[in-house]
């Protein structure tokens, strides 16, 4: 039974998306019943991981609003509408041979004693974007990747909305998906996590993007190949009538194999544009094939019938399973002359203001690309770039002390986004890395020990952060957040940049990342003489 069939589900998770799920089914005269471990005890230390790992994904409040009594009809907490009802562990497993459908919230692994039971009871088992996509009738672009996800689908709905369009932007960013299904919405923009991506069955959207993959949440997914198969589940239903906009990287050519969709890329810079002539293709330029039959149908769902799209220029090769496999264009961007160049023979200029990191050009690509693909012109794109406010404890500069920088991006919770962060600076950088480790492999950073003047390694993961790179470049072991805070004061000196690029996850010692970039700030505006940037850059 698909989920667009089903009336009766076992919900695990009274947070936000679980809430939003049990809204959406009383919406359609279901009924949801709701088992939530932070409630029943089961487990409290997993559970704050779980509630970890929704954080590192987006959702920052998984944990249950209010006291409730198990079992009893009826709304508990806000947000919860009359049919659902609170269960305690005992009456959840009775209820998998009565329900439906059992729906876990984004952080609840496939571990959990429920899934294990209802998968083998043959109970169907779908996420809450799942869920929601059943019910949304404006057409969906989707984008996932290890970095960047919230920063493109930001941009993305900057972008659209120039058109003037109705935009909800949402899924792992926020807003649940669920809650685009009761609005009256031109398009819906979602961000999705591999958490999300496990469980979908029917998800298709009209345009999808894969920005990157790199090791994160090994911890819940046990290994990379686990962890890119969930990311490419969200290919999986796509049809000649979709597009998939996929960057350049390792993965490209996995992503592309079995496409039945259109396809094309992007590059943030020249190396990123290489990596595409390696994936078979070549540098997008005026004179390259572009799989556009399959973008036009994609461009005239999100636009209507009317819509006026670029007309197919060239087509790709087959690969050895069907599949079609570049010769590939799109967008490359061009850092030093902030340029973007689009493959329907315009360039987008770029605004002084943003992009200014090595990375955010890559997302800069990727959502220039996606608007392309999507029917918009050189005039929305940029437009949407000068509407564009950067998200929170993304790389920016606080503060100047006493000659020293300092730059928060407490968001770059994984590896592969300190790295990105390191690209952006010469040298002279002290790295407060730390918190929680999500099986990263820390052997990685050595790439960087050129621009690392000092690594401060703290928290919960510092032991294995220093065992992993003991000798391969300054490092020293410190207590905590603070402690580490502290001993980078104490060791900058003029023209050094004290970074807050943690590569972990923060519930060892916060709330979540915004708390851990939050103190950070208050700590760096109480240095004497601090000075705070009047720019996000």
């Not at 919405?185 to 990157?212: C, G, R, T, Y």
């Not at 990287?249 to 039945?260: D, I, P, T």
């Not at 987008?348 to 990727?366: G, I, K, M, T």
Request: glycine residues 12%.
């Amino acid at each position: 039974m698909t989920a667009a069939a089903a009336r009766e589900f076992l919900i695990i998770g009274r947070g936000r998306s679980g809430c939003a799920a049990a809204r959406l089914i009383d919406s359609f005269g279901g009924r949801s019943y709701i088992f939530d471990d932070h409630v029943s005890g089961r487990q409290p230390s997993g559970n704050r991981r779980c509630a970890e790992r929704l954080s590192g994904e987006g959702f920052s409040d998984e944990r249950p609003s209010g006291d409730s009594q198990l079992g009893a009809s009826g709304p508990s907490s806000p947000g919860l509408p009359p049919s659902s009802q609170l269960v305690d562990a005992e009456q959840a497993r009775g209820l998998l041979a009565r329900v439906e459908s059992l729906l876990p919230s984004p952080g609840v692994a496939a571990s959990h004693p429920l899934i294990i039971a209802a998968r083998a009871a043959g109970l169907p088992v779908v996420s809450e974007p799942e869920l929601a996509f059943a019910s949304i009738k404006a057409p969906l672009i989707a984008v996932t990747g290890t970095n960047g996800k919230s920063t493109t689908v930001k941009l993305l709905a900057a972008i659209f909305e120039q058109s003037g369009k109705r935009v909800f932007a949402g899924g792992n960013l926020g807003r649940p998906l669920c809650e685009a299904a009761a609005g009256d919405w031109d398009l819906v923009i979602a961000e999705m996590s591999s958490f999300q991506l496990e469980w979908v069955h029917a998800f298709k959207p009209s345009i999808a993007a894969l920005l990157n993959v790199s090791p994160d949440h090994l911890d819940r997914h046990g290994n990379m190949e686990a962890y890119l198969a969930a990311k490419l589940r969200l290919f999986a239903r796509m049809d000649a009538g979709c597009h998939a906009v996929i960057g350049a990287g390792w993965w490209f050519e996995k992503a592309a194999s079995g496409l039945c969709a259109g396809l094309s890329s992007f590059a943030g810079d020249g190396a990123d544009a290489r990596e595409i002539g390696r994936c078979g293709g070549g540098v997008p330029a005026a004179d390259d094939g572009v799989r556009r039959g399959d973008g036009a149908v994609a461009a005239q769902r999100i636009h209507g019938n009317g819509a006026a799209v670029p007309a197919a220029r060239g087509a790709g090769r087959r690969g050895s399973g069907g599949a079609a496999v570049p010769p590939v264009a799109g967008t490359v961007a061009d850092r030093g002359a902030r340029k973007l160049y689009c493959a329907d023979d315009f360039v987008v200029e770029l605004p002084q203001q943003w992009p200014w990191a090595v990375h955010d050009f890559a997302n800069a690509a990727a959502a220039a690309e996606i608007a392309r693909v999507g029917g918009l012109g050189r005039e929305f794109i940029e437009a949407g770039f000068r509407a564009f406010e950067p998200l929170g404890h993304r790389l920016h500069k606080v503060a100047d002390a006493g000659g020293v920088s300092y730059w928060n991006d407490s968001k770059a919770t994984n590896t592969a986004a300190v790295l990105s962060v390191l690209d952006s600076f010469r040298g002279n950088v002290i790295l407060l890395a730390g918190g929680v480790s999500k099986n990263s492999d820390f052997t990685s950073l050595a790439r960087a020990r050129e621009k690392i003047k000092l690594l401060l390694a703290y928290g919960s993961a510092g032991a294995e952060i220093e065992e992993a790179l003991g000798g391969s470049l300054p490092l020293r072991r410190c207590d905590g957040f603070e402690a580490a805070f502290a001993a980078a004061v104490a060791a900058a000196g003029k023209g050094d940049a004290v970074v807050l690029a943690p590569g972990c996850a923060s519930f060892d010692e916060f709330a979540d990342y915004r708390a851990r970039g939050a103190r950070f700030e208050q700590l760096v505006s109480a240095l004497p003489g601090a000075a705070r940037s009047s720019k996000r850059r």
